[in-house]
């Protein structure tokens, strides 16, 4: 009633004491109330519009200038408090503040690298409109096909939705005129290509259209690492000159230190500049494809319509060259955003793994809010105390969310610490899913993750602590213990807890368990190869040298004879890759071709294969073995009639029921024929989850492509890395050697995305089960000392301690198997989201499901073990006597 | 009883509270009072507002500086909203220091020709 009739003034006055503290408004806000009513009733009396202004005014700077003064007093005295209270119990502080760093500092690494990959926009100007323009022939599973200049030509002028488009390929060549030949990473672009990206040259000039004509100057743009690195960042470096490929460049420009895509390049020339791109070749057969497609849209574009424009353009295409795209390939042209296109191999693993470091949060969470509830207990009367003396119920929340702050902020700053050590080892990890990896750093978003992580921790915990003790308040003074009703609550709350934590321990141990299997099943898995002992050596040889297939052909032989005289050399062969070669995928070698005397139905889509030039002693040198026919001669060269050797995949695939040998295949529409002479054992070519495809293995003597040396040896292979590599030099000096590997570190490296994923969750998961397993111990030691008496008189009356120990052993475990059910439930429902991660495992894997049950059973029978016997050994009398 | 060295911990005094202080040295006052005589004294050159009366009278009562006083007017003339404050002995303690060190601070004015005329009140 008499609010109805306050007046507005006093309505106003009401609102703005609102800024002022509780506890401060609990003491005063009556009297205030009082003051500013008798001030009002004297400005009635005395009238006056510019008095009541001056009140208002001075009401107002009053109320505001109070504040944050009562507020600051209240915040240092809690500080001050929780600070002696951490103090006072060392052991619980130190505990805290580990639990919450491991859980926030696994958090803060694990978003720092999501952040960069996989938020933050490319550090181009106006990167969204960045596209990555794909081909594909879908009916063959060729996801990703290049594009040839004459296909580049056609999109650039057809397109309407695009305000640039350009075209990249790397290579590797040598460079003279700077010590030793060096191989050069070196980027193939359009001259617009860093225009369209957007990127600036800190030294010099960028490519200019007129460097793309054919017969330009040759000229190369630096790489800044390169730049900085091998030129120790030379400022004259503009206007040098270098050799490559038989010509001199000149370099023209040095790149800022942007993060190169696709790839990471030392140096990088137009176009023109390519004695491959610039070839006759590729300049006029529509069908030479190596090239990769970026785009930048116009403005007011979106993806959508850019997409449909390509589709379009590659609709037309196949319709105006039917050779080229017959209908049974499935060929179809689209647009990604680059973005999208850059992280979305990653997008999964790091999904998880943010998913699992949130779960490792949650549990740490649960567990400080356990160990506060603990603690709790034993504040209980000093709560109570504080609570009669005046202190009101906001003041003690606001008391224990301070005491919970000032934890959380140190298990914050102690865990951005941890994600700041740990981030040589993601920026590793990530690189082999991501290019942007190289951007991972901490920056001030992921410092405000960092501390909002710390903030709703302490939310969390503080909130759950202080409701659950705030009940017991009253009646802790009453009876001088933990109320009865309320100490109930507490310790089903503590329960509930428990459980949680070991619902999301098994649902974390799980996910790491099917990884850990899957790794597992990965390295169980037959290569087809004999990986010991055996060193592959990129050679990268200078083209310009060898122009003819012949010419290529002597120096080949030339150099394996050389390496063979090598003493230590069991055997050793040129090939076009290896396998578990790095960066390698099947798409690249990957090949339509045609069976001699077999026709396609219309529609049909021809058979494809992957293909490798190898020398002859190739399947010796890897252990690959003969399965029929035979291996590759040294006769098969040059004019003999040509031959290839075939995989038992392929035979399975194309002759099902007939003898391959004889037969004969054409990767050109029938102008060349080459015929079957041998089958071979199947090889893992890129990597050990990849399952075999349909290869062929064509001989180096009729299709040179001399790409790595690869050796058995007969000692420890990496120990004859430098005479090898004399031996290449003394055959050629010009030929650059790089990327030397021994076969096992190459099928280690293979493995490495699936085992860091595994050994990630591993510590997560490994860190949930430390975490739950001391709250259990906690839990049932503060069980066992609350029950003390009735322990006591148990065992007064005759209980057995063995069946003591089996009652605290039970309810430890009772707690455990209720957590394993919820885990079991959660776990179904989110494995479905690592399957695609998984190697022949099931996502609901019973040895697995078991196997994880039966640890999270172990760990809490050894958590409560301890308690338990404490339980069983407790001496009645001094326990009756006890409070 | 507070040391003296815990007496010059206070000052200076802000004039609000030196004001309340002295509103305080001859009686008991509740909030309204207190603001009325400080205006008066000082013919309303200091002000007080209800937010910075409370906010200093919360930070006097918390050093020890003032207390609530138990007693209260007879009841006609109470009002049972209002809280009467008294000046602590110790109170009166940092009052009486912080007009010494005024004093001082005049003499040293005094002596220096930094006055005009002494004016009588």
Redesign the interface.
Known sequence: MEKQSLPFSQKLFRALVRVLPFDFRTNYEGEMEGVFREQQRELEERGGFLEALKLWKETIVGIFSTAPREHWQILTSDCGYAFRMMRKNPGFTALAILTLALGIGANTSIFSVVHSVLLKSLPYPQANQLIFIRQQEKKLGIEDLSFSVKEIEDYRAQNRTLSGLVEYHGMSFTLFGHGDPERVRTGVVSANYFDLFGVKPLLGRTFLSDDDKPDAPPVLVLSYEYWKNDFGSDPEIVGKTFELNDKVHTVVGVLPAVPQYPNENDVYMPTSACPFRSGKAHLENRDMRMMEVFGRLKPGVTVTQANADVSTIAARLKAAYPKSYPNSVGFAASASPLQEELTSKARPTLLLLLAAAAFVLLIACANVANLTLSRMAKRERELAVRSALGAGRSRLLRQLLTESFLMAFAGGMLGLLLAYGSLQLLTDFVGRLSPRAREIHIDSQVLLFALAAALGTSIVFGTLSALFSRANVASSLKDGTSGAGSGRRQNRMRDALIVCQIAFSFVLLIGAGLMIRSLIKIQQVDAGIVPQRVLAMRTTFNWSKYTGSDKTAVVIQKLLDRVQSEPGVLSAAISSRYPFEPEMIPEWFSNTFQIEGRDLEPGQAPPVSTFASVSPDYFKTLGIPLKAGRLLAETDKGEAPHVVIINETAKRQFWPNEDPLGKRVSTDAGEHWVTVVGVVGDVREFGLDHPPSPEFYASQGQNAQPSTLIVRTIGEPRSMARALTRAVHDVDPQTAVTRILTLEQARYESMASPRVTASLLGIFAGLALVIAAAGIGGIMSLMVSQRIREIGIRIALGARPSSILQMVLGQGLLLAVMGIGIGIVGAVTLTGLVKSLLFEVPPTDILTFSGVGLTLLAAAAIASYLPARRAASVDPNIALRAD | MPKKRETQSFLPLTPAMFHILLALADGEK???AI?KEVARRTANKV?????????N???LESAGLIAESSRRPEVVLD?E???YYLLTEFGREVAVAEAERMEEALGQARSKKLFRKPKLA
Do not use: P
């Not at chain 2, 002000?47 to 906010?55: E, F, H, I, N, P």
């Open positions: 509740h909030g309204y603001l002000r007080l507002s209800a937010g910075t009366l409370y906010g009278l919360s930070r009002d909203r209002r809280r």
